[in-house]
């Protein structure tokens, strides 16, 4: 079956820094997705990408679908204590993947 | 509107009781989901339903009873859990099954005594 491979694990980073995080997949995705999930919560979708190649924002958020189509990236800039929770890549075929997740903590 | 909404939000049980957890959505979507997740892991699909029907079941054990009464209910009926199911259980929605943006609800945290 699919695999995602996510990275970084977890990070800390001081507010006001710049983070980048990125998934690679082990077979060809038509679709991307980024989520957030914070403690207690469901996911939350945050970007989703439709076409290799794509650059898609969504505020201080930016994530781009890779060419080969089987990578993504989302990068967060300027970060704020409220960015802290897990980060998920996902593809939606008809069994969704969850990549493992990246932690992020920002300190103060 | 893309809410998904579940009930209760956290359940206690005992290994001999039986509970039901409930998800509703209104986004006239026609596809909808059963993930568990642990603590520190990524959502791991249970059961999903297309237009009412079930459509995929990941061998799951069959304490874990799904419904899908109408397109926009979804429950999961749990009856003699073991400890090791305690989790949170998200659902999740989406226009149709394949290749579609899935919409999660906040889950419901389950503690299985």
């Known amino acids: ?108 | 509107d893309t809410e998904v909404t579940q009930t209760p939000k956290h359940l206690v049980m005992g290994m001999t009781n039986k509970k039901s957890l409930k998800c509703e959505q209104h986004m006239g979507h026609r596809a909808m989901y059963w993930y568990k997740q642990k603590a520190k892991k990524p959502p791991e699909l249970m059961f999903v339903y297309s237009y009412e029907k079930l459509s995929i079941n990941e061998s799951v054990p069959s304490r874990f009873s799904p419904e899908c009464p109408n397109s926009s209910l979804l429950n999961l009926h749990l009856h003699a859990l073991q400890p090791e199911d305690s989790a949170l259980y998200l659902c999740a929605s989406s226009q149709k099954l394949t290749g579609n943006i899935q919409y999660f609800g906040a889950g419901t945290r389950l503690s299985v005594l």
């Open chain 1, 1 to 108: 079956g699919q695999q995602l491979n996510q990275s970084p694990q977890s990070m800390f980073i001081q507010e006001g820094e710049d983070v980048s995080m990125n998934c690679t997949s082990s077979s060809i995705f038509n679709t991307w997705l980024w989520y957030k999930q914070e403690p207690g919560e469901g996911p939350v979708l945050l970007i989703a990408l439709y076409k290799a190649g794509e650059l898609t924002s969504n505020g201080r958020l930016t994530a781009q679908f890779g060419i080969t189509r089987k990578d993504s990236f989302l990068n967060i800039s300027a970060s704020i204590p409220s960015d802290v929770g897990i980060y998920f890549c996902a593809g939606p075929e008809q069994k969704v993947t969850f990549g493992i997740g990246t932690k992020l903590q920002v300190i103060p």
